[in-house]
Each structure stands twice: as structure tokens, then as C-alpha cells.
Nanobody
Framework: VQLQASGGGLVQPGGSLRLSCKAS????????MSWYRQAPGKQRELVAS???????NYEDSVKDRFSISRDNVRRTVYLQMNSLKPEDTAVYSC?????????WGQGTEVTVSS
């Protein structure tokens, strides 16, 4: 199983980024996918998740600003992040639970700063 995340970078407060995570080695359409983040000095937290059927769930601080989606043909999960705040600065990683364990992508760094 491999999860390849991309799309991070430096953005000003109020800006937008779209993260992508391409999966291989799993039956992508049957798996729920999630995005987590870990800020410096803090524990990793769940940001958003999407079920195989497309149901979504968000951490309270990102509701109405972030949107998770999936493209089963491209085997990719996306995280659209709008109205970014400095407190969104973190390393963002995608995650899937498959074959009895969690798999993590390598992470993509998001920095929100003026």
C-alpha cells in the first residue's frame, strides 16, 4: 500500500490550497480515506474523512472551510482548504485502514503565514 500526498506549500492567511493523495495497493473505492495533520509540538489530529459511499466528517475547527472529496477512477482523495489560518499550519497526511492496519502517506507541509 502506498499513499502519495502532494499540494502543500506556503500560503497567506485567507488563502487556499488543495491537497491530493493518490493511493495504490488497495481497492480504493471500498475504503474510507482520511486526512490528518500534526502541528509542531502537538499531537496528530483527524481533520476530515470520507467513507466509501462519500459521507464526510470534519473536525470542528475546519468545518465550512475545508472540503474532502474523492475520485475513485483516479484513486485519489482531495482536501480543499479555504480561508486558511495560521493555526492550520501543520504537516498533513492521508490515511487508510486496510488489511487490519493503518497506512499513512509521507505528509505534505502546509504553512500559513504572512
Amino acid at each position: 500500500v502506498q499513499l502519495q500526498a502532494s499540494g502543500g506549500g506556503l500560503v497567506q492567511p485567507g488563502g487556499s490550497l488543495r491537497l491530493s493523495c493518490k493511493a495504490s495497493g488497495i481497492n480504493f473505492s471500498l475504503n474510507a480515506m482520511s486526512w490528518y495533520r500534526q502541528a509542531p509540538g502537538k499531537q496528530r489530529e483527524l481533520v476530515a474523512s470520507i467513507s466509501s459511499g462519500g459521507a464526510t466528517n470534519y473536525e470542528d475547527s475546519v468545518k465550512d472551510r475545508f472540503s474532502i472529496s474523492r475520485d475513485n477512477v483516479r484513486r485519489t482523495v482531495y482536501l480543499q482548504m479555504n480561508s486558511l489560518k495560521p493555526e492550520d499550519t501543520a504537516v498533513y497526511s492521508c490515511q487508510v485502514f486496510s488489511r487490519g492496519r493503518n497506512y499513512w502517506g509521507q505528509g505534505t507541509e502546509v504553512t500559513v503565514s504572512s
